[in-house]
């Protein structure tokens, strides 16, 4: 007998027998408006009032209430006995990337140019202050003494100069994460995108800030031992921000362990998307490197379009992609937002 699916209020759950849908339908704890999925339905979930056989509780007012996408966080691909079989293949998810990223594109391009303009103020105004507040320019006046560098006004110079670069480097973690989880995600679902998105990190900066030091604190560890027992954890905690935006409530340190159980399996897999982004990359990079041995004019006209090119397409492309990749891993139990 096939295996049902079904999502009231955001939330998906299943596998159940048909005979349970039929309850759930006739109590009330499943209304007409609400997504339903068996394996016949291929790609596409659908409401529960398209199902032959179904008699709701609910009032006939709410029948067309459906949505035209399934819940993002369930897909075809995850259905067997158990609610999963594996995750679509990397071609499908950047497809999924591309046709969200229709129309869309110049959106993000906008929320990216803006991100970039705040960090070239931010580091232009850091760059502006007095020289007495230059960790250099106390050193160079230290010229080397131990006693110099022991006193009182260069240790206050190196507070002040990390505080400054710690906050610098804040800003730069929640913009980022703005347009890179928060703006990808709502691309890659259909939801609505919008250059706010960019600052919406802000509104829950400590919690942001303090899973981005967990990741980077295991990450360097793991980098000690080796390069690759570094890139390896790197991809473990690589969806930590994304089931952040999915579960307000949930800490830091849960969601980067939560990474880390949902990935197990699939750093690979996520490896082999983005190495086919660097190949885009590279291949971008190819006229005007192959133009350096014969002009360097027209090598470094080349290169202002290749790196156009790379950060305003191929860069919303393997965001947005990513994105897919982490909406599709079988292991979620959270819902969407």
Request: with cysteine.
């Given at each position: 007998?096939?295996?049902w699916?079904y999502?009231?209020?955001?939330?998906?759950?299943?596998?159940?027998?048909?005979?349970?849908?039929e309850?759930?339908?006739?109590?009330?704890g499943?209304?007409?408006g609400?997504?339903?999925?068996?394996?016949?339905?291929g790609?596409?979930?659908k409401?529960?009032?398209?199902?032959?056989?179904?008699?709701?509780?609910?009032?006939?007012?709410?029948?067309?209430?459906?949505?035209?996408?399934?819940?993002?966080?369930?897909?075809?691909?995850?259905?067997?006995?158990?609610?999963?079989?594996?995750?679509?293949?990397?071609?499908?998810?950047?497809?999924?990337?591309?046709?969200?990223?229709?129309?869309r594109?110049?959106?993000?391009?906008?929320?990216?140019?803006?991100?970039?303009?705040?960090?070239?103020?931010?580091?232009?105004?850091?760059s502006?202050?007095?020289?007495?507040?230059?960790?250099?320019?106390?050193?160079?006046?230290?010229?080397?003494?131990?006693?110099?560098?022991a006193s009182p006004?260069?240790?206050?110079?190196?507070?002040?100069?990390?505080?400054?670069?710690?906050?610098?480097?804040?800003?730069?973690?929640?913009?980022?994460?703005?347009v890179s989880?928060v703006?990808?995600?709502?691309?890659?679902?259909?939801?609505?995108?919008?250059v706010?998105?960019?600052?919406?990190?802000?509104?829950?900066?400590?919690?942001i800030?303090?899973?981005?030091?967990i990741?980077?604190?295991?990450?360097?560890?793991?980098?000690l031992?080796?390069?690759?027992?570094?890139?390896?954890?790197?991809?473990?905690?690589?969806?930590?921000?994304?089931?952040?935006?999915?579960?307000?409530?949930?800490?830091?340190?849960?969601?980067?362990?939560?990474?880390?159980?949902?990935?197990?399996?699939?750093?690979?897999?996520l490896?082999?998307m983005?190495?086919?982004?660097?190949?885009?990359?590279?291949?971008?990079?190819?006229?005007?490197?192959?133009?350096?041995?014969?002009?360097?004019?027209?090598a470094?006209?080349?290169?202002?379009p290749?790196?156009?090119?790379?950060?305003?397409?191929?860069?919303?492309?393997?965001?947005?992609?990513?994105?897919?990749f982490?909406?599709?891993?079988?292991g979620?139990?959270?819902?969407d937002?």
């Open positions: 007998m096939s295996a699916y999502a009231v209020n955001g939330e998906r759950s299943g596998p159940v027998e048909f005979s349970e849908l309850r759930l339908a006739r109590d009330g499943l209304r007409a609400d997504l339903v999925w068996t394996a016949d339905f790609e596409q979930w409401p529960a009032w398209t199902v032959d056989g179904l008699v709701f509780g609910d009032a006939p007012s709410v029948a067309h209430e459906a949505a035209s996408r399934p819940p993002a966080a369930f897909s075809a691909h995850e259905a067997d006995s158990s609610g999963r079989t594996g995750l679509e293949p990397v071609q499908d998810l950047c497809r999924q990337a591309r046709e969200a990223l229709r129309g594109y110049g959106t993000m391009i906008g929320a990216m140019l803006i991100m970039i303009v705040i960090k070239m103020a931010v580091d232009f105004l850091v502006s202050l007095p020289l007495e507040f230059s960790l250099k320019e106390s050193i160079t006046r230290s010229e080397g003494s131990l006693q110099a560098m006004d260069f240790l206050a110079v190196l507070l002040i100069t990390l505080a400054i670069q710690g906050v610098v480097m804040c800003v730069n973690v929640l913009l980022q994460y703005g989880t703006m990808a995600l709502n691309i890659a679902r259909n939801d609505a995108a919008e706010g998105n960019l600052f919406e990190g802000f509104a829950d900066g400590w919690r800030l303090w899973a981005a030091g990741m980077g604190l295991k990450m360097l560890l793991w980098s031992l080796f390069i690759i027992p570094g890139i390896v954890a790197s991809y473990s905690y690589s969806m930590t921000l994304f089931i952040l935006r999915d579960n307000p409530g949930m800490k830091a340190a849960e969601a980067v362990r939560e990474s880390k159980r949902i990935m197990t399996g699939y750093k690979g897999k490896l082999g983005h190495a086919w982004f660097m190949l885009l990359a590279l291949l971008c990079m190819l006229p005007p490197f192959a133009a350096m041995l014969f002009s360097p004019v027209m470094a006209v080349l290169m202002v290749a790196v156009l090119v790379i950060v305003f397409w191929i860069g919303p492309y393997a965001t947005v992609a990513s994105a897919q982490y909406r599709h891993l079988p979620r139990t959270h819902g937002r």
